[in-house]
C-alpha cells in the first residue's frame, strides 16, 4: 500500500482502526479471498495476532497453514469535492483509512477452533453466549463447520488519507460538509479527523 510519511498510522492507531473496522478480507498468494471479522490479540507479538475461521465448505483454508495471507481492513471513506476547500482550483478525491496486516496463517486445533467460536461470541454478542453458548453443546456443532485460524502479524501498515497536510481553512470546509452528511460513512471520517488532527497537534 502506497503510504506517504504524513499519512501513515502508528501502531496503536492500526489497531484501534481495526478492532472498530474488524470485517477484513484476507487474501492468499493465490489472489483467492475471503472476506471474515477477525479478533485482533494485542498481548500477542509484536505488532500482535489476528483471530479468525473459515467455513470448512471453503477450501481456501486448505492451502494456508504455515503461509503467508494479507488481511485487508477498510474504515471509514467517503468522496471529497473541491467545491469544498477554501483553496483554488483543486480536484476532487477520496479519502479513507485502511489497514493492511500481513503474516502467516496457523490452522487451530478443533478444541481451540472451539475456545476461539466462544471467544467470538462474547465479542460480538455475549447475550448469545449467555443463553445458547452453554447448552446443547452448542460450540462443538458450530465447531465440526469452521476452521479457526490465526495470523501472526509481521508486517502492519495504516494510512489515513484525511487531508490532513492542506491548509487548516481547506479541512474545516472538508469537516463543515462532512458532518452534516447524510451518509454515516462521511460523519465516521469527519470524526476521524478530528481524533487524529488532535493527536498530531498534541505530538
Known amino acids: 500500500m502506497y503510504i506517504p510519511p504524513s499519512m501513515r498510522l502508528d501502531r496503536e492507531q492500526a489497531w484501534e482502526l481495526i478492532e472498530r473496522h474488524d470485517f477484513a478480507a484476507l487474501v492468499d498468494a493465490s489472489l483467492s479471498a475471503t472476506h471474515l471479522p477477525l479478533i485482533l490479540e494485542r498481548s500477542e507479538g509484536e505488532l500482535g495476532t489476528l483471530y479468525g475461521h473459515f467455513a470448512r465448505a471453503n477450501p481456501q483454508w486448505r492451502t494456508l497453514n504455515g503461509n503467508r495471507a494479507l488481511a485487508i481492513f477498510s474504515g471509514p471513506h467517503a468522496y471529497i469535492s473541491p467545491s469544498w476547500y477554501a483553496t483554488r482550483p483543486a480536484v476532487p478525491t477520496w479519502n479513507y483509512l485502511a489497514v493492511h496486516a500481513t503474516g502467516s496463517i496457523e490452522l487451530l486445533r478443533d478444541e481451540d477452533t472451539q475456545t476461539l467460536l466462544g471467544r467470538s461470541l462474547a465479542h460480538f454478542e455475549p447475550a448469545l ?27 502492519l501498515e495504516g494510512k489515513a488519507k484525511l487531508g490532513l497536510q492542506r491548509s487548516r ?9 462532512l458532518a452534516k452528511s447524510i451518509d454515516s460513512q462521511a460523519r465516521e471520517l469527519w470524526r476521524y479527523m478530528q481524533k487524529l488532527a488532535k493527536e498530531e497537534q498534541q505530538g
Open 169 to 177: 481553512a481547506d479541512q474545516e470546509g472538508v469537516e463543515a460538509a
Open 129 to 155: 453466549l449467555d443463553s445458547l453458548g452453554r447448552e446443547h453443546d452448542y460450540l462443538s456443532k458450530m465447531q465440526a463447520g469452521v476452521v479457526g485460524f490465526r495470523l501472526r502479524i509481521e508486517s
